[in-house]
């Protein structure tokens, strides 16, 4: 359809009609169809999701009710239980279940490395024996249900296998992103005691080589030192030719791999034995069938960190059976599943979206997936379009940062591919700017696929604002409506419902199945960051605004958190990384706009007496930051402040530092200021890249 005629201006903002061909065939195809499911999704979430959790295999039905919960502090403390009492193993619907249906030969994921050459697939028999066999190699380990296993991988095959088989022995997964340092690592390990980690010699990331071994090293001993033994370490021989994975090409014909590939030997590793252990010898002697354990539906399935405004990262707790009705319905509806589809998430394993939608999500409905090693700029900033061509993706899912980034490069990155094969263009993780969204829509979906902005959380599980493809008219900017079961609203500063157009605190009213239960060990938090400012609400630390037409846009963080590149972090995170260094007395940092990551970091640093602020101290605080947190929390600006802005209690005025650092002397009321000069100062002693 041409562009001109697929759009039209609704209240200011362009409003783009669902692509017909998709709407066609679509689940849902019109939003008198979505309203209809809506309403009874939330009138009678018991019916609608029985319905739904009748496609899985339960060994047996829920004890008690169907759907319980109390969102309300007053009342007691906050639960959240579906289906609890049920017998079940998500190992098991994600694999034998279609294995029985008759889809064994099918792929479950193609995989392609990071360099163009390497790359296989498993279908979904081969998948369910490689599980088996590592179920049966952790059990050797002696790990066992309800403990707590640490995965920091890169994204092989072997990440999928190995998260899927501790959910097969009920063993609890905690997947720390591989871009996150050995402390932080370690601070996950022990906050979840995890008595055993998966990981992996090293990985390249376009013309980086990392040592992964090493990082999680340096994370073991640091847990030493505090107490903890992790007893067992397994390490997938990834970058050594091995004879366990056999490479092949798309058709299944074995390729030799290219000497490209073979960089292993320039990476040394360390070994401690007895406790690391090559995952390709343990794998040889153990059998190809391991009988699932059979779980309640309310057990934990994994605990997933994430960082939370105190500084200390919150480990997400959630539960087996209604994760797994949730990631599975959200992807049928929002990616609108076909059998034949070739789907992609560019996301990694290790964030939420690689959680759900990579693995989880995907799986539950039997489909196909790519798992991608690499990053979209090598060799080139063609890659992903070359990738959707070599597969012929269907459903591409992405961040707008990369959006963003590849934007940059200009459209012949694009042009060169053909992408044709594309229906549904994906995005998750920030805001969307609408020039992206047009972008993403206009060049790479060539103004036929349908856009979804959706919108969620770590917490959140899966999608809870989000358009149907087929359905919902989008605009761009905007995350639309919400998803079956969800019910938002927006609030005031005290607490009152706006109805209508407005703008306040995103917060949702119920729960859907896939709402975390809990923080790991500490349910005190967890009522206090999500339920205690709103009682009966979950409450979601982002700011919304409705427009006319009931469409919903996200404005973004209202607590102390930085999104850069989608990646969140706390501010209270990265100051505490800064006044480990000893010249260091006080630091202060915000989010400040960056045109590619959405936003990026900018840190105000008061130094101690005598110390001197050169550029050496800033690189050195710039690394103290990669080392405590990891290479993607590094702040962009740092500047020197010989005092900060303080209320006469004391508190630090970040509201004023957010202006400084976009040099806006707008700074609104400055009168609960202890001391005025310091803004002069401030705005003089601004970097001049800022
Ligand atoms: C932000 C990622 C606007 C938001 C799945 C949220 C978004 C935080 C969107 C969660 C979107 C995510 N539009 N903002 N479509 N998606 N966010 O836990 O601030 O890594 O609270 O989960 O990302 O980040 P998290």
Known sequence: MAETNDHSVANGALLFDPPSNLQNEAHVKSMQQYQKMYKQSIEDPETFWREISAQFYWKSPPTGKFFEYNFDVGKGPISIKWMAGAKTNICYNMLDRHIANGLGDKVAFYWEGNDPNDFGKVTYSELLARVCKFSNVLKNLGISRGDRVAIYMPMILDLSVAMLACARIGAIHSIV????????????????????????????????????????????????????????????????????????????????????????????????????????????????????EWMDAEDPLFMLYTSGSTGKPKGVLHTIGGYMLYTATTFKFVFDYQPEDVYWCTADVGWITGHSYVTYGPLGNGATGLIFEGTPFYPDAGRFWEIVDKYRVTKFYTAP?????????????????????????????????????????????????????????????????????????????????????????????????????????????????????????????????????????????????????????????????????????????????????????????????????????????????????????????????????????????????????????????????????????????????????????LFQNRPNNA
Not at 249 to 270: F, H, M, Q, T, Y
Not at 415 to 430: A, C, F, M, P, W
Not at 557 to 582: C, F, Q, Y
């Open 177 to 292: 992103f591989a871009g996150y340092s050995s402390e932080s690592l370690a601070e996950r390990i022990l906050d979840a005691t995890c008595s055993a980690i998966i990981t992996a010699d090293g990985v390249w990331r376009g013309t980086k080589l990392l040592n992964l071994k090493k990082i999680v090293d340096d994370a073991l001993k640091i847990c030493d030192e505090k107490g903890h033994r992790v007893e067992k370490c397994v390490v997938v021989r990834h970058l050594s030719p091995s004879d366990e994975v056999v490479k092949t090409n798309v058709n299944g014909d074995i390729e030799e791999e290219p000497e490209a590939c073979r960089p292993s030997r320039k990476l040394k590793i360390n070994w401690q034995a007895g406790r690391d252990i090559w995952w390709h010898e343990m794998m040889t002697s153990v059998s190809t069938e391991c009988e699932p």
């Open 401 to 681: 940062t990369a959006i963003r980034a590849l934007m940059k490069f200009g459209d012949d990155f694009v042009n060169k591919y053909k992408r044709d094969s594309l229906k549904i263009l994906g995005t998750v993780g920030e805001p969307i700017n609408p020039e992206a969204w047009l972008w993403y829509y206009r060049v790479v979906g060539n103004s036929k696929c349908a856009i979804v902005d959706t919108f969620w959380q770590t917490e959140t599980g899966g999608h809870v604002l989000t358009p149907l493809p087929g359905a919902t008219p989008t605009k761009p900017g905007s995350a639309t409506f919400p998803f079956f079961g969800v019910i938002p609203a927006l609030l005031t500063e005290e607490g009152k419902v706006i109805e209508g157009p407005g703008e306040g605190y995103l917060v949702f009213k119920q729960p859907w199945p896939s709402l975390m239960r809990t923080v790991y060990g500490n349910q005190e938090r967890f009522e206090t960051t999500y339920f205690k400012k709103f009682p009966g609400y979950y409450c979601t630390g982002d700011g919304a605004k409705r427009d006319e037409d009931g469409y919903i846009w996200i404005t973004g963080r209202i607590d102390d958190m930085v999104n850069v590149s989608g990646h969140l972090l706390s501010t209270a995170e990265v100051e505490s990384a800064l006044i480990t260094h000893k010249n260091v007395a006080e630091a202060a940092s915000v989010s400040h706009p960056h045109s590619i990551k959405g936003e990026c970091i900018y840190c105000f640093v008061t130094l101690k007496q005598g110390a001197e602020y050169t550029n050496d101290l800033v690189t050195e605080l710039k690394n103290i930051v990669r080392a405590k947190i990891g290479p993607f929390a590094q702040p962009d600006f740092l500047q020197n402040a010989p005092a900060l802005p303080k209320t006469r209690s004391g508190k630090i005025m970040r509201r004023i530092l957010r202006k400084i650092a976009v040099g806006d002397r707008n700074l609104g009321d400055t009168s609960t200021l202890a001391d005025e000069s310091v803004i002069d100062v």
